[in-house]
């Protein structure tokens, strides 16, 4: 299964952002128009968002279900917290 059917199950939604007169934004915008039907297909109700406005940065957005608590069990799991001498 390709990553693009399996998007709505750990997503549940993706923004496009971009400035129709931009170049830097030609990018996401020509992505978002070659690849929404196939997207659409296989996600059908997943909500594909491409908003456009004079100088929008180009970008990429989704909602996450993740908490600080989340946040902070896994950093204590992989060991993100340190002091100074490294414990």
């Known amino acids: 299964m390709s990553w693009r059917a399996g998007l ?3 997503l549940p ?3 496009f952002f971009g ?3 931009s170049p830097s934004s030609r990018g996401v915008i ?4 070659n690849n929404y039907e196939e997207l659409k297909m296989l996600n059908p109700t997943m909500p ?3 908003r456009t406005t004079e100088n929008a940065m180009p ?4 909602e996450l279900d993740f908490t600080t608590d989340d946040l ?3 950093m204590i799991q992989t060991s993100k917290f340190r002091d100074e001498n490294g414990t």
């Open 72 to 74: 902070l069990r896994y």
């Open 19 to 21: 400035c129709p007169e």
């Open 59 to 62: 970008a990429v957005t989704t």
């Open 8 to 10: 709505s199950r750990s």
């Open 48 to 50: 594909l968002l491409l």
């Open 30 to 33: 020509g992505w978002y128009k």
């Open 13 to 15: 939604i993706l923004r």
